[in-house]
Antibody, heavy 118, light 109 residues
Framework: EDQLMESGGDLVQPGGSLTLSCSGSGFTFSYYWMSWVRQAPGKGLEWVANIRQDGSEKYYLDSVKARFTISRDNAKRSLNLEMNNLRAADTAVYYC???????????WGRGTVVTVSP | QSALTQPRSVAGSPGQSVTISCTGTYSDIGAYNYVSWYQQHPGRAPKLLIYDVKKRPSGGSTRFSGSKSGNTASLTISGLQTGDEADYYCGSFVGTNTVFGGGTTLTVL
């Protein structure tokens, strides 16, 4: 069974940094684009970033460009999201998702909570 | 990229059918046949229902169907069940990523 598991969520002060991780199992991790999608409290889904199978292409939501960096380690079947200069507006549940086919979020993790507050 | 437009809420009775619309533009829904739909119960992760406008994932329920006309996509749920009460989101490919709709809350009366 395909599974994703996020970790790393925490309470952080504005301007702080945090790195989220996602571990995949049950499928060949290196075959798929992977994405981060977030959901602010009481709000809808918002795509944040994605990365090509070999890491050669990365795309970001405009509001996180230059602050967030997505990366992957196919040997470790892991996806990461390094978040810097965090803002209150970044407070959300962050989900890791497998794209299959492209731009379709076939499998989701349970999410990890990021809270940005003084 | 602006979010796609969905009604905030819809309602139906058990056994009935309901349709949720998702309106975009010529640059998202109108440009690609890559529309997907997700169901999310409170406190849970989203679940894929429909992709590529009208395809169901393996093992997906046939009570869920999708369609598209111009810049508007639709999700139809037939034979409503109480377990269908949830939030529903549409998504469309926009060249490098996906843009979502604001979500629709389905109430089964």
């Amino acid at each position: 069974e395909d599974q994703l598991m996020e970790s790393g969520g925490d309470l952080v002060q504005p301007g702080g940094s945090l790195t989220l991780s996602c571990s995949g199992s049950g499928f060949t991790f290196s075959y798929y684009w992977m994405s981060w999608v977030r959901q602010a409290p009481g709000k809808g889904l918002e795509w944040v970033a994605n990365i090509r199978q070999d890491g050669s292409e990365k795309y970001y939501l405009d509001s996180v460009k230059a602050r967030f960096t997505i990366s992957r380690d196919n040997a470790k079947r892991s996806l990461n999201l390094e978040m810097n200069n965090l803002r209150a507006a970044d407070t959300a549940v962050y989900y890791c998702a497998k794209e299959n086919p492209r731009a379709t979020f076939e499998i989701w993790g349970r999410g990890t909570v990021v809270t940005v507050s003084p | 990229q602006s979010a796609l437009t969905q009604p905030r809420s819809v309602a139906g009775s058990p056994g009935q059918s309901v349709t949720i619309s998702c309106t975009g533009t010529y640059s998202d829904i109108g440009a690609y046949n890559y529309v997907s739909w997700y169901q999310q119960h409170p406190g849970r992760a989203p679940k894929l229902l429909i992709y590529d406008v009208k395809k169901r994932p393996s093992g997906g329920s046939t009570r869920f169907s999708g369609s598209k006309s111009g810049n508007t996509a639709s999700l139809t749920i037939s034979g409503l069940q109480t377990g269908d009460e949830a939030d529903y989101y549409c998504g469309s490919f926009v060249g490098t990523n996906t843009v979502f709709g604001g979500g629709t809350t389905l109430t089964v009366l």
